[in-house]
């Protein structure tokens, strides 16, 4: 980072990093909590999750304001322009990262009341394991502009994908072999694609972490494995 004139320039930059890093400990922490609430069946933790949103909003509005400030008054080039438009990239990513993560939340009232096997939720558990790994790994990279951790999250973005898509596929066929499933997996794919999604939030910082550090876009294009679109499961799978 270069040196500044204006000591003020540097807190401002600093108050940014500090309100992404408020905001991604938010998110993380929505996202723990709204898997464990839909493993336990958790509605008190659940709405616990929907109201964090709100905090989350609220930071997200003042980075915008923040960033947009900073760009009109000290017209900052180079790298510091990056950094202010970079925040502003990430704290939508988190933003959205929350409301996905409380319409989890949503799903998981909707369900508390339904008796079904545990084994169905686990497969969205692994999933959601493993995108709350992405996510924290990502927002480390962030904080210390590490391209090449932003890299590895990034290419795992497809192996996402493929667990979705395989998991789309085995919460149809419960849902062919008794009629009785059909709400509760229902709901459950679309936790599955909340899930999912956040997965592609966390590429989108990474792509960001690499604009920030280098000026450019990533080449190459984004892994995406999702053929859930396309997915069908025969009636001989249901047996």
Not at 154 to 161: K, L, Q, S
Not at 164 to 179: A, G, K
């Amino acid at each position: 980072m270069s040196e500044h004139i204006v000591t003020s320039y540097d807190n401002d930059l600093d108050d940014l990093r500090r309100s992404i890093s408020e905001m991604g400990g938010v998110a993380e922490k929505m996202m723990a909590d709204a898997s464990q609430a839909l493993v336990r069946r958790d509605t008190v933790l659940a709405q616990a999750v929907i109201a964090a949103d709100k905090r989350l909003d609220v930071l997200q509005r003042e980075i915008e304001e923040r960033a947009v400030l900073l760009i009109a008054r000290r017209q900052p080039l180079a790298i510091d322009l990056r950094e202010t438009i970079s925040a502003i990239r990430v704290s939508g990513d988190l933003e959205r990262i929350g409301d996905l993560a409380k319409n989890i939340a949503k799903r998981v009232v909707a369900i508390s009341d339904q008796a079904q096997a545990q084994k169905i939720v686990l497969g969205v558990q692994h999933m959601s394991d493993l995108v709350q790994e992405q996510l924290k790994d990502v927002l480390d990279a962030y904080a210390s502009r590490d391209t090449k951790s932003a890299h590895d999250v990034w290419e795992r973005d497809g192996a996402i994908d493929a667990l979705y898509n395989s998991l789309f596929r085995e919460l149809l066929t419960y849902m062919m072999e008794d009629p009785r499933n059909i709400s509760f997996c229902t709901h459950l794919l679309f936790c599955a694609k909340n899930v999912e999604r956040i997965g592609d939030h966390t590429t989108n910082i990474a792509e960001t972490i690499h604009y920030l550090a280098t000026g450019e876009t990533l080449a190459i294009e984004r892994p995406k494995n999702d053929a859930s679109n396309y997915a069908t499961v025969s009636p001989g799978t249901a047996a």
